[in-house]
Every structure is written in C-alpha cells, then in structure tokens.
C-alpha cells in the first residue's frame, strides 16, 4: 500500500503533461505537422514507461537494501520485480484515458493524485478490514474486491 500511495505523485505528473498539451493545442499542432497520431502516443507511452522504471528500479533497491523479507526472499523478489513492471504498464494508459475527464492540468494533477491515492491506499485497507471482521463483511469485502481489480493501482496496493 505505501507504494501505492507513493506512486500516486508519478502518475499525477503524467497526467498533467498529457492535460497541458491538450491545453495548449501543441498535439494538434504536431499532427497537422505530419505527425502520426500513433507516433504520438506510441512516443508519450515509451517516455513515461522510462521513466517509470527508474522509479520502479528505485523502489525494488529499496526493497533489498532495507531487506523487506517478504518482498525480496527468493522467488518473491521476482514477483516484486514483475507487479512493479506490469504496475506501470497497466496505469500508464489508465491515467491517459483519465486525463480525458480534465480541461486543466493543475485539477487532473490532484484528481488523479486523489484517485490513485483513495484506490490503491485507502480502498485497499478497507477491503482488508472487511475480510478480516466477519464472515458476513468477509462477503462484502470479497465481492467488492473484484471489480475494484479493473483499477490498477487497487490492485497493485
């Protein structure tokens, strides 16, 4: 969960690039330049994800140095490795596809630091204390839980 909400700030920023260039008309104006939409979105993706990962890499060598047991004991480093990866992958064209719900970059910023903080910090702890009271909000907690997984960062948290 803690690096859930800490990855909240890198997904924020992607989505006021992706906001402020809508803003300022500067896609249109690479389009009509002849750039290929894809091009476009292909070349935004690719310099996020890069970005992303050395974020990642950080955070996965923070894991080892301060020897968090059950996130580097030995095939679990390797699954630590992989949900970090593929956390990026799945957020980064979530966040894009949010970036539509904006007209300004500074409110995507926060709404987007906001959503990705309630989901993957918050939502994911409320889940766990239903599971763990009861067998009735056991219930709950797990057919909540499941559509909740469309959301990357809830399931990354």
């Known amino acids: 969960m803690i690096f859930s909400i800490a990855l909240s700030f890198k997904f924020a920023s992607i989505?006021?690039?992706i906001v402020?260039?809508?803003e300022d008309r500067s896609k249109h104006q690479q389009i009509v330049?002849?750039?290929n939409i894809a091009?476009?979105?292909i070349g935004n993706y690719v310099y996020d994800f890069i970005l992303y990962i050395i974020v990642a890499a950080f955070?996965?060598?923070m894991c080892q140095v301060l020897e968090i047991d059950s996130l580097?004991?030995?095939e679990a480093y390797?699954?630590?490795c992989l949900l970090f990866f593929f956390y990026g992958l799945a957020n980064i064209p979530f966040t894009y596809i949010l970036g539509y719900l904006f007209k300004d970059y500074g409110n995507a910023q926060g709404a987007v630091y906001f959503f990705n903080f309630v989901s993957g910090g918050i939502?994911?702890?409320v889940i766990l204390i239903l599971r763990w009271i009861g067998s009735d909000s056991n219930k709950v907690g797990r057919a909540l839980a499941w559509p909740l997984r469309m959301i990357p960062s809830f399931a990354f948290g």
């Open 72 to 74: 580097t004991d030995g």
């Open 123 to 125: 939502l994911t702890l």
């Open 33 to 35: 330049s002849g750039l």
């Open 20 to 22: 402020k260039e809508r």
């Open 59 to 61: 955070s996965v060598i």
């Open 15 to 17: 989505v006021s690039f």
């Open 78 to 80: 390797t699954a630590t």
């Open 39 to 41: 091009s476009y979105w």
